[in-house]
């Protein structure tokens, strides 16, 4: 006879625990259901910030136009002026987003990044002084924070989405 085996659900408001055989704690998720994970996820910071970083992406390449040479494809990319990876504070900052196509967005604006850093101050020098500014300031994503900005994505209120306004 198995061995069973008892294990808590990862989303801590519901505690039940699900006793689970071997095979089944192989499948076994970490939540009783479907509705336990969605749950934890909508307040899971990592899964927020993922989530809403494809919803961002997505209203920048609605432009439709690249911002460097003009052309409008099907297939448009979100470029972030200051990288995500090292200025996380600046992720969902509008000012620091702009819709390119695949060519300039791949073989200029990461291949050559001094001449890039050059063009978007000479075309864009008041978002080039506020992103300078608040480059290095480091303000922690908030749930609450993270709803707000995914509200106004949905929204198309690109005015909210500065986010050291």
Same mark, same amino acid.
């Given at each position: 006879?198995?061995? =069973?085996?008892?294990? *808590? ?8 625990? @699900? ?6 704690? =192989? /499948? ?8 336990? =994970? ?15 970083? !494809? $919803?961002? #992406? +997505? ?7 690249? $911002? /460097?040479?003009? @052309? #409008? ?9 200051? %990288?995500?990876?090292?200025? %996380? #504070? ?6 620091? +987003? ?7 967005? @791949? ?8 001449? %890039?850093?050059?063009?978007? +101050?000479? /075309? ?9 500014? !608040? *480059?290095?300031?480091? *303000? ?9 900005? /995914?509200?106004?994505? =949905?929204? *198309? ?7 050291? +306004?």
């Amino acid at each position: 006879m198995p061995v =069973k085996r008892s294990r *808590k659900c990862k989303y801590s408001e519901c505690g039940k625990k @699900n006793i689970l055989t071997p095979s089944g704690l =192989k /499948r076994w998720s970490g939540y009783c259901n479907r509705s336990c =994970k969605t749950k934890r996820n909508q307040n899971h910071i990592p899964w927020l910030k993922k989530t809403i970083q !494809v $919803e961002f #992406n +997505a209203l920048v390449r609605e432009k439709g136009v690249c $911002e /460097r040479c003009g @052309n #409008n494809f099907k297939v448009m990319q979100c470029s972030h002026v200051w %990288s995500i990876g090292s200025h %996380s #504070n600046l992720r969902f900052d509008i000012l620091n +987003a702009l819709c390119m196509c695949g060519h300039c967005h @791949n073989f200029w604006w990461h291949l050559e990044p001094m001449e %890039s850093r050059d063009w978007f +101050a000479k /075309r864009f020098p008041q978002r080039d002084k506020y992103l300078r500014a !608040v *480059k290095e300031t480091i *303000k922690p994503w908030t749930v609450d924070e993270l709803h707000k900005i /995914r509200e106004y994505i =949905k929204n *198309k209120d690109l005015k909210k989405l500065v986010r050291f +306004a």
